[in-house]
């Protein structure tokens, strides 16, 4: 090949080559500065985010309101729900003064109850029930309530037990003055709760009607106080019910008797009730008072051929002490009833038990009661009602 064209040729593929690298270059260039720019896009995007949790966070601290909704929370919705239970289980022999005697072993309580707090404001509550040879299963409570966080007052609204009396007791039996005066309702309750005071009132359209009405015309008021210090405390409740007739244990009886006599309800009949607890180092005293403020028509509720004007106390005294490394009470209690024959309740009862917590959240009780019937000129048997011996095997959840 000729020299000239040898050169010729080589200095022409080098120029060709050359101009081929340099666009390749440019184009790798310009490709790194499009994937800086897409970083510098994403790095800028995360620092809002950064940004804007710093400036929830800071919210959250400074205004402790501003919480996560149910949901939202890394724990998820059931960190807001608690649900909780109680399971009893009963072995009881009776010895009447009169007749054979019996026993039974009964599931008494099974209750299982879920609350849920919705929002700051808002929570709700639904209680089922079951008692043997007693309630079948049924919803007992369910209410919504609304509280002011940060402030005194509140409002409940739903079927719920209204505040009108305590009925405390660390017997296995429920005191008398819980037949007389428990009352559930479909009620709407408000009130104030603030430095140990509590207080408000409640209204409901009571299952008795007056004279056939249909109304919300019932209604109440409750307030007590109470203070805890050092090893020392005492509560103090004061309740009012324009118609204790609507109590569960007086309503059935008083519903009976006026479709026999085939009467309207005559007119609501007030009740009152008052309750004290005082608890000093292991000692714990309770005394509590229920009672009609008038008497029922005789075709109502009646007693020696009149109304009857049903009441009912109990004075009871307990002691928390250690048994064999186990937590334990002891207690005795003296009640009496007035008038309240005609609600199959006994004239007195004296009872004593002692309970121990077996295990965590597990206690088992034992229980003795004696019963007095009303005198035949009352219109009771005359004698004893007999000796009552409970055991009790009763868990927490």
Same mark, same amino acid.
């Given at each position: ?9 080589? /200095? ?28 510098? @896009? %994403?790095? %800028? ?26 949901? @939202? ?6 960190? %807001? ?35 849920? @707090? ?104 409750? /307030? ?48 009152? #009730? ?15 008072? #229920? ?36 937590? /334990? ?58 000796? #009552? ?9």
């Amino acid at each position: 090949m000729n020299r000239h064209a040898l050169a010729a040729a080589v /200095a022409t593929a080098f120029s060709c080559t050359g101009v081929t690298a340099a666009g390749a270059i440019d184009d790798e260039l310009a490709a790194i500065k499009a994937r800086l720019r897409q970083l510098e @896009q %994403h790095v %800028h995007a995360q620092n809002e985010v950064i940004r804007e949790k710093d400036r929830q966070i800071e919210a959250l601290v400074s205004n402790p309101r501003v919480r996560e909704q149910p949901g @939202q929370s890394s724990g998820g919705w059931f960190q %807001h729900v608690e649900i909780g239970g109680a399971l009893e289980v009963e072995a009881g022999y009776n010895d009447p003064d009169s007749g054979g005697s019996s026993s039974d072993i009964s599931v008494a309580t099974a209750e299982i109850g879920v609350t849920a @707090q919705i929002n700051d404001w808002v929570a709700g509550e639904i209680t089922l029930l079951y008692e043997e040879d007693d309630t079948d299963l049924e919803v007992d409570v369910a209410a919504i309530t609304i509280a002011d966080p940060d402030g005194p007052w509140f409002v409940s609204a739903g079927q719920q037990y209204v505040p009108f009396g305590t009925y405390e007791t660390n017997l296995v039996s429920d005191p008398l003055t819980l037949e007389i005066g428990e009352t559930r309702e479909t009620a709407i309750v408000g009130g104030i709760e603030s430095g140990g005071f509590v207080g408000g009132l409640y209204v409901f359209n009571g299952d008795l009607a007056r004279r056939g009405d249909d109304q919300i015309d019932a209604f109440g008021a409750f /307030a007590g106080f109470s203070h805890e210090g050092g090893n020392h405390g005492f509560a103090v409740n004061l309740g009012y019910i324009s118609d204790i007739g609507d109590a569960d244990g007086l309503q059935d009886t008083i519903q009976d008797n006026i479709n026999t006599a085939v009467v309207d309800y005559d007119d609501h009949v007030a009740g009152v #009730t008052l309750d004290a607890k005082v608890a000093t180092g292991p000692f714990m005293f309770i005394a509590e008072y #229920t009672t009609a403020v008038d008497s029922f028509h005789v075709n109502e509720l009646a007693f020696k051929g009149s109304g009857a004007q049903p009441s009912a106390f109990n004075l009871e005294a307990g002691y928390s002490f250690t048994l064999v490394g186990r937590d /334990a009470t002891v207690a005795v209690a003296y009640q009496e009833t007035d008038e309240a024959v005609a609600l199959g309740l006994p004239e007195k009862r004296i009872a004593a038990a002692i309970s121990v917590d077996v295990m965590e959240n597990t206690a088992v009780s034992f229980e003795w009661a004696h019963d007095d019937d009303y005198s035949a000129a009352d219109g009771g048997t005359g004698t004893s009602g007999g000796d #009552t011996v409970t055991a009790q095997l009763a868990v927490e959840f």
